[in-house]
Nanobody
């Protein structure tokens, strides 16, 4: 069974940057379209972006190019580089196969606040 572990979250000031990591045991990430998702307090989980097996990326329009997804196949790790962070980016961030087809991990908390 696939297990997903997200890390790299924390407290950052507005305008700052963070890089999140996603490690999947039991799966080769490059074989699947993979996504990042987030859930803010009191809101439903929303899709943030996707990277296909071929490395093509797609993002939530409202992010306005601030986030970037990459993947290191040798390390079986996917990353989410987040720049120019805003308070509205505060959420728990999750990774999963696109469509949420694997069991969800615990996520990593990102808090953007001064």
């Amino acid at each position: 069974q696939v297990q997903l572990v997200e890390s790299g979250g924390g407290l950052v000031q507005p305008g700052g940057s963070l890089r999140l990591s996603c490690v999947a045991s039991g799966a080769i990430l490059s074989l699947y379209p993979m996504g990042w998702y987030r859930q803010a307090p009191g809101k439903e989980r929303e899709w943030v972006g996707t990277i296909t097996g071929g490395g093509v990326t797609d993002y939530l329009d409202s992010l306005e190019g601030r986030f970037a997804i990459t993947r290191d196949d040798a390390k079986r790790t996917m990353y989410l580089q987040m720049n120019s962070l805003k308070p509205e980016d505060t959420a728990v961030y999750f990774c999963n196969r696109y469509g949420g087809r694997w069991p969800w991990g615990q996520g990593t908390q990102v808090t953007v606040s001064s």
